[in-house]
Nanobody
Framework: QVQLVESGGGLVQPGGSLRLSCAASGSIFSINAMGWYRRAPGKQRELVADITSGGTTHYVDSVKGRFTISRDNAKNTVYLQMNSLKPEDTAVYYC?????????WGQGTQVTVSS
């Protein structure tokens, strides 16, 4: 059984910052990648950023230069530092863990960017 526990969402003004955290626990072997997806109202879920076990990162174009993904392998935790937030970043953010033969999702955390 694998669990992903997310934290760090909330309400922030445009231009502000938030840091999301996701801690994985349970029977975890051979993590391929951890990352963050988001689903905005009326839109499809999209990959925001991910990071492989080797440290390679990938970002959707709309967040490049503003968001930074990082991970603590010893703690099986992934972070998403979000700076210069825009109203269009408003969404439910989901943590994602990919291992050999399986994938897991967090419960989601709401991020709202509004003045």
């Amino acid at each position: 059984q694998v669990q992903l526990v997310e934290s760090g969402g909330g309400l922030v003004q445009p231009g502000g910052s938030l840091r999301l955290s996701c801690a994985a626990s349970g029977s975890i072997f051979s993590i391929n990648a951890m990352g963050w997806y988001r689903r905005a109202p009326g839109k499809q879920r999209e990959l925001v950023a991910d990071i492989t076990s080797g440290g390679t990162t990938h970002y959707v174009d709309s967040v490049k230069g503003r968001f930074t993904i990082s991970r603590d392998n010893a703690k099986n935790t992934v972070y998403l530092q979000m700076n210069s937030l825009k109203p269009e970043d408003t969404a439910v953010y989901y943590c994602h863990l990919r291992v050999i033969g399986a994938a897991y999702w967090g419960q989601g955390t709401q991020v709202t960017v509004s003045s």
